[in-house]
């Protein structure tokens, strides 16, 4: 799953795998460098497999062609308005790749209740790299593009 952010006067538009998901109005928000990106489960209540590829923050809009033909490829780091980029790979983890290297933040929600009710900010502790990089379960040699997770052998 790739997941986009882009933001420009206001707007602040999320695109999964290329298509247009939702558009927010955010006029305070800051999407500048020196962001921090927070990785976290923050319900305790529950819990599901997700297949991450990419994150990518821009601080501009993108066209539809834009997102589109960088669906399936890397980006490179210098390119204009590119705020964070995460690659999300084994190698490189969850390491911020744009020139800016935003700050990475690992975070895993404390609560135990089970009732499937957000757990909210008050039961979420920040963890370290090392805590969190064994629970992640890397797949490599994907191929995309792909509506399942495909691997190839």
Known sequence: MQIIFTYKDSFLKLY???????????????????????IENTQTSYSANRYFREFRVWNRVLTDAEIADGLYLPVDPDTKGLVAYLSITKKDGFKDMSKYNNTTIYRKGTSSYNTGEQDGDSYVKDIDEATFTPTVEWKENVKFPSEILDTED
């Open 16 to 38: 999964i795998n290329g298509k247009l998901i939702k558009n927010y109005q955010r006029p305070s928000l800051k999407v500048s460098p020196g962001i921090r990106i927070n």
